[in-house]
Nanobody, 124 residues
């Protein structure tokens, strides 16, 4: 079992930055990859970035790879997503999730555990 809880959502102006945090707890976390996703109203949940809990290679969706950064703070049990140069079209609920895949997956169907999500609203 893995528990996840997002925080840090809110309102930001276009072009601004926001930092999301995901508190992760559970057993055998070294077997997991942590990913970030977002879901806009009426749309599918889209992959943004992942990193293995033990570190190593990160991976980003093409739409965000030059503007978003995923990182971890294992002693604190957190994975963060730094988002820069934000655009109004990325207004959505942002989720972190855990997949029992040691080296990562961009497929949302690989993720077994999800946080409750945090709303991010970007104003123009």
């Amino acid at each position: 079992q893995v528990q996840l809880a997002e925080s840090g959502g809110g309102f930001v102006q276009a072009g601004g930055s926001l930092r999301l945090s995901c508190a992760v707890s559970g057993s055998t976390l070294s077997r997991y990859t942590i990913g970030w996703f977002r879901q806009a109203p009426g749309k599918e949940r889209d992959f943004l970035a992942y990193m293995p809990w033990t570190g190593g290679t990160t991976y980003y969706a093409d739409a965000v790879k030059d503007r978003f950064t995923i990182s971890r703070d294992n002693p604190e049990g957190r994975v963060t997503l730094q988002m820069n140069s934000m655009k109004p079209e990325v207004t959505a609920v942002y989720y972190c999730a855990a997949a029992a895949v040691r080296y990562g997956s961009a497929n949302r169907n690989s993720y077994n555990y999800w946080g409750q999500g945090t709303q991010v609203t970007v104003s123009s």
